[in-house]
């Protein structure tokens, strides 16, 4: 029984150090990565946001393990010479919160966002969701229409991915709530942040990764502890059928302009299973095709740019809409 006592002790003081270093790391990361935005109060969710320009709202939702600062890198200001942009931190990425016990659903956190941009008076948006943020975008279309006049997607997941990218299967092996917790408070930091050029790697590639995306693309928030369990839980309910499987019977429902742009050599998503087969289900989707891989915004954001303003244009105004 005494050895038993001094071995659980053992473990606990070492679960009790990773915890503390995860901690030490997190504010680190914080530091060299302060918000760039405000703050938008929802109930029991804060949402970070950064809000510039005037014209026809645009609204940016990021990607599995991403954040804004993967479309204030280069895109924002691109867009906000003709658009008010408007981007989010999903629920519990970046520097946006979850209540707990929230749902990571995908229809719970378009919800959310459908609160926030009737909160913000943004009317007929062009919503761009870009690689998981693409499944966002689209069930924000099908359960909120008032809140997306347009979906620009880029890199989208519009259909169940058949396996794991290697980049996410760690965040896959976190299905149940109390591991993913306790994995994310103590080991999850140290280790990506010894793997990140590995995974940065991966997520860009074939192109190359700018040398400070860390910083000024966001690749170091999602390293956090609170946002890897946010990031795991995330990965989870993407995978349920009630989540992306469920709409997939319902894409021929939507009546607004809806573009995806893909780059051809994309290691995350393929472009036949989730661009093409979007077509199958949207005869009148615009689909392009580019050279290049899954990070668009960050790696050819003069494109991205020119697809969402030729998605925009085609978008209904509001008298249209009524």
């Known amino acids: 029984m005494t050895t038993l006592l001094v071995d659980l002790v053992a473990v606990l003081l070492l679960l009790g150090g990773l915890a ?96 926030a941009i009737r909160a913000l008076k943004l009317e007929d948006p062009v919503i761009v969701g870009h690689s998981l943020g693409g499944a966002f975008a689209l069930a924000l279309a099908l359960d909120h229409p008032d809140c997306a006049a347009a979906l620009a997607l880029i890199s989208p997941a519009t259909h169940p991915m058949r396996s794991t990218p290697s980049v996410f299967r760690g965040l896959a092996l976190l299905r149940s709530s109390v591991p993913r917790r306790v994995f994310a408070w103590t080991l999850a930091t140290p280790i990506a942040l010894l793997a990140r050029r590995w995974g940065t790697r991966q997520v860009f590639a074939p192109e190359p990764a700018p040398p400070d995306f860390a910083t000024r693309g966001g690749g170091l928030l999602p390293l956090r502890p609170g946002n890897i369990e946010a990031s795991a839980a995330d990965l989870a309910a993407a995978k349920l059928p009630e989540d992306i499987e469920s709409m997939t019977i319902r894409y021929r429902s939507l009546t607004i302009p809806v573009g995806i742009l893909f780059g051809r050599s994309d290691p995350i998503l393929d472009w036949r299973a989730q661009g093409e087969a979007m077509k199958q289900d949207l005869p009148t989707l615009d689909l392009e095709i580019v050279e290049g891989g899954h990070m668009l915004p960050v790696t050819q954001p003069d494109a991205c740019a020119a697809f969402i303003r030729r998605i925009a244009a085609k978008a209904r105004t509001g008298e249209d809409l009524h």
Do not use: C, W
């Not at 030490?24 to 109060?41: M, N, S, W, Y």
């Not at 969710?45 to 990607?63: E, S, Y």
């Not at 519990?92 to 929230?102: D, I, L, M």
């Open 20 to 115: 503390g270093l995860s901690a030490a790391l997190a504010r680190r990361i914080e530091r060299a990565e302060p918000p760039e935005g405000g703050f938008l109060d929802l109930d029991r969710d804060r949402l970070h946001v950064v809000d510039t320009g005037t014209g026809r709202p645009v609204v940016l939702i990021h990607g599995l393990s991403g954040q804004m600062g993967n479309f204030t890198y280069a895109l924002v200001d691109r867009l906000s010479r003709d658009f008010r942009v408007v981007a989010f931190d999903r629920p519990g990425s970046g520097y946006s919160t979850r209540a707990p016990g929230a749902s990571a659903g995908i229809h719970a956190q378009a919800a959310i966002l459908a609160k």
